[in-house]
């Protein structure tokens, strides 16, 4: 089956730096996307990666190794909007998206 | 503004009821999916339909039926439902295109089954 980890809870300050680490293990790969949901809300995608790299979007980042089965999501600036769920997903067919837990943020003032 | 709408937003249910969610996507894509989200767990694919065609069935019991009428809708009926079916339904759509195909979420009917 598919295996993707995150941590379940990070916590920062306004204005810091927090780097979310997804693992995965997969049977095949076809890209890996980032989303953000607020409590209550629909995931809204924030970031797609299918080659090694790093892919920059403003105050977001995110980092893949294919090699290593590793991404990571960088929230630069936290802002108090930022406080959400963040969620790792992994392609690994034409259709089918493998989500892991997610990883809630809060930032505090 | 979303792109992608669920009806309705809340329900609550006995588990000898039978109801259904609504999703709508308005923006010209050709693959919908159903997900269901429970607390602490990460989103479950439950059904892809490409072009009004079921194309992923993830061992979903049979008390979820999907039904995709045109490429804009798509439901999910349920009948005889247990209270661990209580969770989030989601609904997505994509273009269906090569790269990046992202994935574009509704809202989400909130489910409680009593």
């Known amino acids: 089956g598919q295996n993707i980890d995150q941590p379940t809870e990070m916590t920062a300050t306004e204005g810091a730096i927090v780097q979310i680490n997804c693992t995965y293990q997969?049977?095949?790969?076809?890209?890996l996307f980032w989303y953000q949901q607020h409590a209550g809300e629909a995931p809204t995608f924030l970031s797609y990666?299918?080659?090694?790299g790093l892919e920059e979007k403003g105050r977001f980042s995110s980092f893949l190794s294919r090699s290593k089965g590793y991404s990571y999501l960088l929230l630069k600036e936290l802002q108090m909007k930022d406080s959400a769920s963040y969620l790792c997903?992994?392609?690994?067919?034409?259709?089918?998206?493998?989500f892991g837990a997610g990883t809630t943020v809060t930032v505090r003032a | 503004e979303t792109g992608v709408t669920q009806t309705p937003r809340h329900l609550v249910m006995g588990m000898t009821n039978k109801k259904s969610l609504k999703c709508e996507q308005h923006?010209?894509?050709?693959?919908m999916y159903w997900y269901k989200q429970s607390a602490k767990k990460p989103l479950e694919l439950m059904f892809v339909?490409?072009?009004?065609?079921?194309?992923e069935n993830n061992s979903v019991p049979s008390r979820f039926s999907p039904e995709c009428p045109n490429s804009s809708h798509l439901f999910l009926h349920l009948h005889t439902l247990q209270p661990e079916d209580s969770a989030l339904y989601l609904c997505?759509?994509?273009?269906?295109?090569?790269?990046?195909?992202?994935?574009?979420f509704g809202p989400g009917t909130r489910l409680l089954v009593l």
């Open positions: 997903a992994v392609r690994d067919g034409d259709y089918k998206l493998s």
């Open positions: 997505a759509s994509s273009p269906q295109r090569q790269g990046q195909e992202t994935q574009y």
């Open positions: 997969t049977s095949g790969f076809n890209g």
């Open positions: 339909y490409s072009l009004e065609e079921r194309v």
């Open positions: 990666n299918v080659l090694d």
């Open positions: 923006l010209g894509h050709n693959a």
